[in-house]
């Protein structure tokens, strides 16, 4: 068989999909929705053929069906004239929606988090990402298992006598069956949390810098142009689901620790989030995070609100210096837009990690945080005290030593966070 004629039959093989949303933008008639362009790039990273787009101006979702009982039938129009095989909503949807749209349209609904959850599940690789997609996917599954049973509705009849046995019993043994998974994922998850937390601890004496950002921002090519990892870039969303950790030299001589992480999107889905935690640790505990921005994107600006939404209210990152890396600005071809983005965003750093472009700019950043961050001590030692001589050498630089009788004195360079525990040795003059 030929490539092409490969190609051909995985196209037929893709799912055909609307997409459905609802907010107070009026879109008119055009059928031009940017606000489910993003919706969009889910679809096809999960593997969706869009064939439609509708939208609904209201002010709050329907409480049965989301969006009006007109715009419904429109879909279903839509969905039985095109063939389509599933409709993709752009918010979260309450297990009674689903039911209700499932059963009007006439094919399988699925809300935002759900195709979000399909993407995780389908790029997790490493066993720690793995399963805290599971986690997150029966954390999503647990309050929908009625759902899951409707199928129970054509056997045991439509209601009355004799419907409600079977069906209660297999969403109870079921739902037992999940809490008790669910109390395994939690326990091993945080097993690797405790590892990751250790593991992070043992470096203090280095910089340890993550790469936070919108999903698809170009952190991955990022980390490739500083440190040379080789990890994978993809131009897709949620590309990199686990952490990887690589370092590089800066001018000084000094050593970074550079993290790639999950990136965030809009509406993440909170138990998603929650499930990740362990993952991203690096992130909680890196001293300096780099936030890389799509400078070439229309709505760079919502992201980066996106994301610090992401990292203040759901993993309460508070503490750690930010520098926003405005990258892809080889692919901008708006120069008001990303003048506007640096004017809003002044200590920002304008890069393209495709062509290099800004690298030392943002070396020289990185390497001035370093500089700021540490803090040189005269201290004074007994000469016997090779514990704290070993300690001072595994988390700073110990510039000069000068032996005077049964004691030592030390001028080591260290990180500010780790000098208050040696000031009783200083000397004060």
């Not at 810098?209 to 949620?238: C, H, I, P, W």
């Not at 499930?275 to 919502?302: N, Y």
């Not at 780790?418 to 000031?423: E, G, L, Q």
Request: net charge negative; glycine share 6%; with cysteine.
């Amino acid at each position: 068989m030929n490539r092409t004629t490969q190609e051909t039959r995985q196209e037929k093989r893709r799912e055909k999909g609307l997409l459905v949303g609802a907010g107070l933008e009026d879109y008119g008639e055009s059928g031009d929705v940017p606000a489910l362009d993003e919706l969009a790039e889910l679809a096809a990273t999960a593997g969706v053929t869009v064939i439609g787009r509708f939208w609904q101006r209201r002010a709050k979702p329907d409480a049965a069906l989301y969006v009006g009982k007109g715009k419904v039938e429109e879909i279903a129009s839509a969905a039985r004239e095109e063939g389509a095989d599933v409709v993709l909503f752009d918010n979260e949807l309450s297990p009674r929606q689903v039911r209700n749209l499932e059963k009007e349209i006439g094919c399988k609904v699925i809300d935002r988090s759900e195709i979000i959850l399909d993407i995780f599940a389908t790029h997790a690789q490493t066993l720690a990402a793995r399963l805290q997609v599971e986690l997150a996917q029966l954390r999503y599954t647990l309050p929908r298992l009625k759902r899951m049973w409707t199928h129970l509705d054509r056997v045991t009849g439509q209601g009355g006598v004799g419907s409600r046995g079977p069906g209660e019993k297999q969403i109870e043994t079921d739902r037992r069956l999940i809490d008790r998974r669910l109390q395994q994922l939690e326990r091993e998850i945080e097993e690797i949390k405790q590892r990751r937390e250790r593991q992070v601890k043992t470096r203090d004496e280095e910089l340890t810098v993550a790469l936070v950002g919108y999903t698809n921002a170009g952190k991955s090519t990022l980390m490739n142009r500083l440190t040379g990892a080789g990890v994978l870039q993809a131009d897709m969303l949620f590309a990199t689901l686990d952490t990887k950790t690589s370092d590089f030299e800066l001018p000084n001589g000094k050593r970074v620790l550079l993290s790639d992480t999950v990136g965030f999107i809009d509406k993440l889905p909170h138990h998603l989030v929650a499930s990740f935690h362990a993952t991203l640790e690096e992130v909680r505990q890196a001293r300096l995070l780099l936030h890389v921005v799509d400078a070439s994107h229309p709505a760079a600006e919502g992201q980066i609100e996106t994301v610090h939404r992401v990292l203040h209210d759901e993993l309460e990152v508070d503490e750690a210096e930010e520098v926003i890396v405005l990258n892809k600005i080889d692919l901008a071809t708006e120069p008001a837009a990303l003048a506007l983005l640096r004017e809003r965003h002044p200590d920002s750093i304008a890069v393209s990690a495709v062509t290099g472009e800004g690298m030392d700019e943002l070396i020289a950043r990185i390497q001035q945080f370093d500089e700021r961050s540490r803090e040189t001590l005269t201290l004074m030692l007994d000469a016997a005290d090779g514990k704290t001589l070993a300690e001072l050498a595994r988390l700073g630089d110990i510039l000069e030593t000068h032996y005077e009788g049964d004691k030592v004195r030390v001028a080591v360079n260290l990180p500010k966070e780790v000098t208050p525990h040696f000031r009783r040795f200083a000397l004060t003059s």
